[in-house]
Nanobody, 126 residues
């Protein structure tokens, strides 16, 4: 059974960068769409970025376009989220999720997926 584990979160100053990793175990990630979601204190969870199983299609929420980049390395069973030019509004718990049958738009818009990781905290603060 597929399991996901996020890592790479931490404390960073505004303008800084972090790279999150979502590592899959128990099964191959090759046939899954994968998304990154975040939840800030007191706010609903939102889709940040999603990527198709081949990596050919991606989706980003408007607030991170041009700053975040999602990518995947199926040989390493890993999906990455490179986050640059971070702002305090990017603070939250970041989760990755996987779904074998969806679209990048639907996955990010609806935030629905059968498999979720435990999350990693990202704090942007001066």
């Amino acid at each position: 059974q597929l399991q996901l584990a996020e890592s790479g979160g931490g404390l960073v100053h505004p303008g800084g960068s972090l790279r999150l990793s979502c590592v899959a175990s128990g099964s191959s990630l090759d046939y899954y769409f994968v998304g990154w979601f975040r939840q800030a204190p007191g706010k609903e969870r939102e889709g940040v970025s999603c990527i198709s199983s081949t990596g050919g299609r991606t989706n980003y929420v408007d607030s991170v376009k041009g700053r975040f980049t999602i990518s995947r390395d199926n040989d390493k069973n890993t999906v990455y989220l490179q986050m640059d030019s971070l702002t305090v509004e990017d603070t939250g718990v970041y989760y990755c999720a996987a779904d074998p049958l969806t679209t990048v738009q639907y996955m990010c818009d609806k935030g629905e997926a059968p498999i979720w990781g435990q999350g990693t905290q990202v704090t942007v603060s001066s």
